[in-house]
C-alpha cells in the first residue's frame, strides 16, 4: 500500500512565525502535491513537483513556497504565516504518468493566531 | 466563473435509491475526468475515471461524460449508509502550463440514510 505521511496533525502557530509543513511518501513517486482544503471551495492546489529540486506553481501559490531536496520527501513552507492560512493541508504523491491517480496524506489542521 | 463546479447539497437521499451527484466544468480542452470520494475526517481516494463521452460503469458507480455540455456525472446505484462522504469531481487540464495539473471541485455531501 501507498503510504503518504505528513509531520503533523495538528499545528498550531503565531501570525508572522515560518511554519514547515513536511510530507513523506514511501512508494518512489515522482510527483508530489500540496493542497489545502477550505469548507466550500474543495481542494486549491499550492505547488507540485515532478522531480527533484522541481517545483511548478499551482492555483494560490501566493505566501508559499516548497522544497523538494529528495524524491520522496516535499516540503511547505510559510514564510511568514497569517490567519487567512488556517486550513487543512494536504500532500498527495502519485505515480510517473499517472498523475490523475493521487494518494493522499492525513492532513494538517494549520491554525495561526 | 468556477473552472469545477459541483451542486454543493448536501444530498440525502434513501438507503436502496440512486444518487446523483454533478459536475461541469469550463475548460472546453479538458480531457479526462476524475471522481474523489473523501470520508468525514479522512483524505480524498480515487474511485473513478472517465476519459470518452459516454457512460463507464464500475459496481454500483457509472461516471457519465458529456464534453458537448462540459458535463460530467457520477451515479450510484443501490446507495448504502457505507457511501455517506463528500464526492469530489476533479477535471485535468488539456494542455500548457496546465499540462497534468488536477482542478478539483468543492465537493458535494451525500447522506444516505437508512
Known amino acids: 500500500d501507498v503510504k503518504v505521511t505528513q509531520s503533523s496533525r495538528y499545528l498550531v502557530k503565531r501570525t508572522g512565525e515560518k511554519v514547515f509543513l513536511e510530507c513523506v511518501q514511501d512508494m518512489d513517486h515522482e510527483n508530489m502535491f500540496w493542497y489545502r482544503q477550505d469548507p466550500g471551495l474543495g481542494l486549491r492546489l499550492i505547488y507540485f513537483?515532478?522531480?527533484?529540486?522541481?517545483?511548478e506553481k499551482g492555483d494560490i501559490p501566493e505566501g508559499y513556497s516548497v522544497s523538494r531536496e529528495k524524491k520522496e520527501r516535499f516540503s511547505l513552507i510559510l514564510e511568514s504565516a497569517s490567519t487567512n492560512q488556517t486550513s487543512m493541508y494536504l500532500c498527495?504523491?502519485?505515480?510517473?504518468?499517472?498523475?490523475?491517480?493521487?494518494?493522499f496524506g492525513p492532513g494538517t489542521r494549520l491554525t495561526v493566531t | 466563473q468556477k473552472e469545477v463546479e459541483q451542486n454543493s447539497g448536501p444530498l440525502s437521499v434513501p438507503e436502496g435509491a440512486i444518487a446523483s451527484l454533478n459536475c461541469t466544468y469550463s475548460?472546453?480542452?479538458?480531457?479526462?475526468f476524475f471522481w474523489y470520494r473523501q470520508y468525514s475526517g479522512k483524505s480524498p481516494e480515487l474511485i473513478m475515471f472517465?476519459?470518452?463521452?459516454g457512460d463507464k460503469e464500475d459496481g454500483r458507480f457509472t461516471a457519465q461524460l458529456n464534453k458537448a455540455s462540459q458535463y460530467v456525472s457520477l451515479l450510484i446505484r443501490d446507495s448504502q449508509p457505507s457511501d455517506s462522504a463528500t464526492y469530489l469531481c476533479?477535471?485535468?487540464?488539456?494542455?500548457?502550463?496546465?499540462?497534468?495539473?488536477?482542478?478539483f471541485g468543492q465537493g458535494t455531501i451525500l447522506t444516505v440514510h437508512p
Open positions: 513537483s515532478y522531480d527533484v529540486k522541481m517545483k
Open positions: 475548460d472546453r480542452g479538458s480531457q479526462s
Open positions: 476533479a477535471v485535468r487540464g488539456a494542455g500548457g502550463t496546465s499540462y497534468g495539473k488536477l482542478t
Open positions: 498527495a504523491s502519485s505515480p510517473p504518468g499517472r498523475n490523475y491517480e493521487q494518494y
Open positions: 472517465i476519459y470518452s463521452n
